[in-house]
Nanobody, 124 residues
């Protein structure tokens, strides 16, 4: 059973950057697509980015496409989300998730394993 642990969240000023990490343990990481979602207070969870096992197929929420980059290091069982030019509307709890599929989905129902989340707060 794969377990996911996120890290790297924090408080940053608008225009700043953060890199989130998601480390997988407790099972094989092989073949899993990985995704990042976020949930702001009072809002539904929102897809942010996803990557296939190979990293060759990535998908992004349109509002973050030019600012965020998802990547993965399969040797380290870790997926990353580099977030640049952060804005207050990016404030949320960010979750990583794993799906036993070759195609990175954009729906939270595509993913069966979730981390506990890490808070990202962007001040104006």
């Amino acid at each position: 059973q794969v377990q996911l642990v996120e890290s790297g969240g924090g408080l940053v000023q608008a225009g700043g950057s953060l890199r989130l990490s998601c480390a997988a343990s407790g099972g094989t990481f092989t073949g899993y697509a990985m995704g990042w979602f976020r949930q702001a207070p009072g809002k539904d969870p929102e897809f942010v980015a996803a990557t296939s096992w190979s990293g060759g197929n990535t998908r992004y929420l349109s509002s973050v496409r030019s600012r965020f980059t998802i990547s993965r290091d399969n040797a380290k069982n870790t997926v990353y989300l580099q977030m640049n030019s952060l804005q207050p509307e990016d404030t949320a709890v960010y979750y990583c998730a794993a799906a036993r599929t070759t195609t990175p989905g954009t729906s939270r129902y595509d993913y069966g394993t979730w981390g506990q989340g890490t808070q990202v707060t962007v001040s104006s």
